[in-house]
């Protein structure tokens, strides 16, 4: 079946440190890959996105993330975290293109001071 | 420019209660989506819209979901005889066409009593 999966429910790190978001799908083909980010009461944030092409991608607020085919994989990471970057983040999939688009369970974020 | 605009932002009913929600898409944005988002969870789709046309309606959950979106811009998603599990989240979404990233809204939050 198809599928996205985020292993992580939820991650602490420290202000400073470096972080890295899990995101696995299962799908047939090669899928379109989006990360958004949703603080409370807000609604969704697009943080990048691939379609095609170089499989490494940068985004907005200094997150970029590697499309891995070998191992459906598209994790999010972050060199060094700020205390903003606290909220929920979640890795979606779309097949063909974004008019189905499948969401993860996402991943809370919790920053150290 | 204008973002995504749902109302209301929230929104309590009674058991057996109808709602209607509200939202505004960016202006111009040819495709509008519905999901329903759990809490704890990832949001989950539940229709799409291309102008007027409702092209996938898939995940309305029941027959008491009913999406609409008369001339091609603002749309409405009513739910008749509103049960406790409707209580959620519901965000809408936009995009310019099929083809390109999403843009959501703050989202309606709903409790059923």
């Known amino acids: 079946a198809q599928s996205v999966t985020q292993p992580d429910i939820h991650i602490t790190v420290s202000e400073g440190a470096s972080l890295e978001l899990r995101c696995n799908y299962s799908y047939g083909a090669t899928p379109y890959l989006f990360w958004y980010v949703q603080s409370p009461g807000q609604g969704l944030q697009l943080l990048l996105k691939?379609?095609?092409?170089?499989?490494l991608v940068q985004g907005i607020k200094g997150f970029e993330a590697e499309f891995k085919r070998s191992q459906s994989s598209f994790n999010l990471r972050k060199p060094s975290v700020h205390w903003s970057d606290a909220a929920e983040y979640f890795c979606a999939v779309g097949l063909y293109n974004n008019n189905d688009m499948r969401f993860g369970a996402g991943t809370r974020l919790t920053v150290k001071p | 420019g204008a973002g995504v605009s749902q109302s209301p932002r929230y929104k309590v009913a009674k058991r057996g209660q109808d709602v209607a929600l509200r939202c505004d898409p960016i202006?111009?944005?040819?495709?509008l989506f519905w999901y329903q988002q759990a809490l704890g969870q990832g949001p989950e789709f539940l229709t799409y819209?291309?102008?007027?046309?409702?092209?996938?309606k898939s995940g309305l959950p029941s027959d008491r979901f009913f999406a609409e979106r008369p001339e091609g811009s603002v749309s409405t998603l009513k739910i008749q005889r509103t049960q406790q599990e409707d209580s959620a989240v519901y965000l809408c979404?936009?995009?310019?066409?099929?083809?390109?990233?999403?843009?959501f809204g703050p989202g309606t939050r709903l409790t059923v009593t």
């Open positions: 691939y379609f095609s092409g170089d499989t």
């Open positions: 202006s111009g944005h040819v495709s």
């Open positions: 819209f291309q102008n007027e046309a409702q092209l996938d």
């Open positions: 979404a936009s995009s310019l066409n099929g083809k390109y990233e999403q843009y």
